[in-house]
């Protein structure tokens, strides 16, 4: 499965952005897919991760309450609606997908467990 993020720019603290990541390929119902970000000459790290039916969603604490993540498998799309920003949560956002016939709901947090990445976009938070 290829995947096209999108959706960044600036914004000012508190408030809103809503990130795409589209799909083409495979099934992409068939997939799991996380939202990770890195900033400047950081980690790159886990923000939310959603199941593949949707039923199940995944938040770093970081992000609980600020940042929905949402799928709508029809039009093969995952969403992030992101709330309330912060300075912090700059960073280049990446998507990524991995066969949860492969992983269930294990270790979504997990870079490794990730087959497919896309491009990234950017999120810049001015205080």
């Known amino acids: 499965v290829q995947l096209q993020a999108s959706g960044g720019g600036l914004v000012q603290a508190g408030g809103s952005l809503r990130l795409s990541c589209a799909a083409s390929g495979r099934t992409y119902s068939d997939y799991g897919v996380g939202w990770f970000r890195q900033g400047l000459g950081k980690e790159r790290e886990f923000v939310a991760a959603?199941?593949?039916?949707?039923?199940?969603?995944y938040y770093t604490e970081s992000v609980k309450g600020r940042f929905t993540i949402s799928r709508d498998n029809a039009r093969s799309t995952v969403y992030l609606q992101m709330n309330s920003l912060k300075s912090e949560d700059t960073a280049v956002y990446y998507c990524?997908?991995?066969?949860?016939?492969?992983?269930?709901?294990?270790?979504?947090?997990?870079?490794?467990?990730?087959?497919?990445w896309g491009q990234g976009t950017q999120v810049t938070v001015s205080s």
């Open positions: 990524a997908a991995r066969p949860d016939a492969t992983y269930g709901n294990r270790h979504y947090d997990q870079r490794s467990t990730y087959w497919n």
């Open positions: 959603i199941s593949a039916s949707g039923g199940s969603t």
